[in-house]
């Protein structure tokens, strides 16, 4: 019984054994690759590695480029080129000064013969009694001849025609273009003064208030200079207006002058001084200053503008100081320039914008009152609308043909 026990215990041991060296085989196994996937449509193409073989090339017929339809209209695409850089403006040259107000004198006629017309229309009355001269005396102040030039005037043409007895056109108009020359003034000297004997370069200082057009005046001014043969040298004193420094730069680079310019906000003194020290260096015949524009009411401002002459005198003696005028503010142009001239001792007067009013009777009284000649009036906003002041040909602009 216990033979038979004992065998039937190895019999048990013998199979589990056998049972366990299956099991551990068929772990050993690699396991079966999972079933193929469906293809992902939407998922880019994967990119070929390293030694893969080229997919075998199709028999189809290849396309040429003209053939693809490429998007935006099938044209081949082209590269532009990186835009060139700046050219450097182009040095102008100006036209010569001599002769520009007979070239303009039909643009100033048109504004300022209404004036000339006016006057001999009244003179050529059959009969001249007090209600007449009363109305040439009211034409005369409207124009902005002043008081004292119109009451002169009035006088003396009242007692030559007296002498005249009978009176043709051609008589009338003689006689007040004599009269008129006399108050307008022939013996002033009305020359720029830019070429002083003994040094050089010469000073010029641009004055006035905001909005006369005082920084492109200079501007033309540096034209006139450059057309006549002169160097220039342009000192952009107005700090207080950002634009204004690249203004008259841009004016400058124009015709080929350099210009000095200072920090924002900062001393207009300075930067006149050095303009002037710069000027000198460089050989140069004229530095223009342009001054900030200032309201002639203002104490403090009218203060700076005399500390802006003190610091330029300690290199040189200013040759000019030019007012610059806007024609169309008739009387109240001469309550500025009564101040300015008490401040920097203006020498010459420049009248802008004289072609756009009946006004010019402003040049006579500007003149009586301060005994200042207008030395440039400008007749328009073209670069070369600067001229030197002619009195002849102003008077007959006045008149008319």
């Known amino acids: 019984m216990?033979?038979?026990i004992l065998a039937v215990v190895i019999a048990v041991v013998v199979l589990g054994a056998l049972g366990g060296l299956l099991i551990t085989s068929r772990l050993k196994k690699p396991l079966p690759p999972p079933p193929p996937s469906k293809p992902d449509l939407t998922a880019p193409p994967a990119e070929p590695h390293v030694g893969d073989e080229a997919e075998t090339p199709s028999d189809e017929q290849r396309r040429t480029i003209e053939e693809v339809d490429l998007p935006g209209g099938g044209a081949p695409t082209t590269v532009e080129e990186p835009p060139a850089a700046e050219k450097a403006p182009e040095i102008e040259i100006p036209e010569p000064s001599a002769g520009r107000l007979i070239r303009l004198r039909?643009?100033?006629?048109?504004?300022q013969n209404a004036l000339g017309k006016g006057l001999l229309t009244l003179l050529s009355r059959e009969h001249l009694d007090d209600?007449?001269?009363?109305?040439?005396?009211?034409?005369?102040?409207?124009?902005?001849?002043?008081?004292?030039?119109?009451?002169?005037?009035?006088?003396?043409?009242?007692?030559?025609?007296?002498?005249?007895?009978?009176r043709t056109p051609e008589e009338l108009r003689g006689l007040l273009r004599e009269e008129l020359l006399k108050l307008v003034g022939t013996d002033m000297d009305r020359e720029v003064k830019t070429e002083p004997e003994s040094r050089k370069p010469g000073i010029v200082m641009v004055v006035g208030v905001n909005g006369t057009g005082k920084t492109t005046t200079t501007g033309k001014l540096a034209r006139v200079l450059v057309?006549?043969?002169?160097?220039?040298?342009?000192?952009?004193?107005?700090?207080?207006?950002?634009?204004?420094?690249d203004q008259l730069q841009t004016w400058g680079e124009r015709v080929g002058a350099y210009t000095v310019r200072g920090p924002e906000a900062g001393d207009p003194a300075s930067v006149a001084f050095d303009s002037v020290k710069e000027g000198?260096?460089?050989?140069?015949d004229v530095v223009l200053i342009d001054t900030a524009g200032r309201l002639h009411t203002k104490t403090g401002l009218m203060d700076e503008l005399g500390k802006v002459k003190r610091v330029v005198e300690k290199h040189a003696p200013l040759d000019e100081v030019l007012l610059v005028l806007d024609?169309?503010?008739?009387?109240?142009?001469l309550v500025q320039a009564r101040v300015f001239s008490e401040v920097v001792d203006i020498t010459g007067i420049v009248l802008t914008k004289l072609d756009g009013t009946a006004k010019g009777g402003i040049v006579i009284a500007v003149q009586n009152e301060l005994g200042v000649p207008v030395k440039l009036i400008g007749l328009g906003e073209g670069p070369d609308d600067l001229a030197p002041f002619d009195p002849e040909a102003f008077v007959d602009a006045l008149l008319g043909d």
Do not use: C, H, Y
């Open 327 to 333: 024609a169309t503010t008739g009387q109240n142009g």
């Open 131 to 166: 209600d007449t001269w009363e109305e040439i005396e009211d034409t005369l102040l409207t124009a902005d001849v002043g008081v004292r030039p119109t009451q002169e005037l009035v006088e003396r043409l009242r007692a030559r025609v007296k002498v005249l007895g009978t």
């Open 2 to 4: 216990e033979t038979i």
């Open 106 to 111: 039909t643009r100033l006629s048109r504004s």
């Open 227 to 245: 057309a006549d043969g002169r160097t220039v040298v342009l000192g952009a004193a107005d700090t207080f207006r950002a634009a204004a420094a």
């Open 280 to 284: 000198k260096e460089m050989g140069v």
